[in-house]
């Protein structure tokens, strides 16, 4: 199935909002209800559930159970991908408090540090030292990698990452790395999001 | 000036690309230089700086020291806004590692921590407790957050920095805050782009 990103983005989100009503007494929804959620368009919520061949009565609402099944099959949510993060301790301790439930469909593996003293960080998974890329992500199979440090080391590490075998990087490094076709990128560039919005905030800028 | 929002965004990177250049012998640089750096095609790059009215000789290249001159120009980058922290100190020190240079277009004045534990880590700008928000806030004239907490503390939070005078909010809290229109929302989605990349990057999916 070759859904759109921005649909997968959708379903994501989705599911999130579901799992938080799966312990509700009546756990149905409507589309309208997912739509609010999320601030998308019940017709957009309608769209995308069609597109994963999800066909629940509107009358009742749907299940949300169901749904979830669906969603989790469609974007093949069982069968989830490891992720290492690698770089300062600093952001693994952020993101691990908010990325660290079971219901996710990914799993936080390792964390891989650039310097002798951040490894006395405490961490919910194992710390390495940064050496240890190559061995540890064969050896566990992880495909998705964080890497969060200071862009000057940034490219040196991305390439030790892809030939270990990662094939997705979610990158924080703000600057933008050399990577084959076949290997996934996302940019998540803090300075350009915030000089972005230092313009579009500023009071003597007329919009 | 009404700029597309991604050209603000090329425009913020262009800056960068240019700010390594400005200390060469030589600080000339042609279109698809800063086109090759950020991954466009030259034509992006020459619209782009037509959209600012900027003129250089295409045949000698772009000053680079006039170019970053007429960005921040445009971007009204000298009038830079001040930004805050809110949220666990981990994402701070995070931030902190990548963001802290001079030359960005954005300065930032404080953090605020949710932990009395917290508050012991050591940091460039000046750590207060969430309860000081609002009059430091006013006080600095603070615009801008990054809002990095638990999903449910978030929109509590939200609105106590809106009440308080910030007018955008870097939101890396995995959920959805409800804010007024005339408020800037850009939310960074750590649990979507991993679920996203999770599903993206499954050897059993084909596509």
Redesign the interface.
Known sequence: M?LP?TT??RL??Y??VLLSYKYFEKPYVFSHDLAR???VKPVQVRKDLMLIGFTGSTSNGYSVVKLIEQIDKS???R???K?ALVG?S??G???E???GSDE???DIVACFLMHEETRSVKMDYPVYGIEKIPEIVKDQEI??A?L?M??EFAQNICDILIMSGI??I?N???T?LEVPENI?V?D??????????????????K?
């Open positions: 070759n990103e997968i983005e994501s989100l599911r999130r959620a999320i601030k974007l093949k949510f069968n989830v991908q992720v300062l600093t952001i301790g952020a993101t408090l908010y990325l996710n469909a990914f495909t998705i964080v969060a200071p862009p094939k997705a979610l924080l490094c703000s933008i996934l996302k998540i560039d803090f300075i350009t999001y915030l000089e972005k919005m230092s313009f579009l905030s500023n009071p003597n800028v919009r």
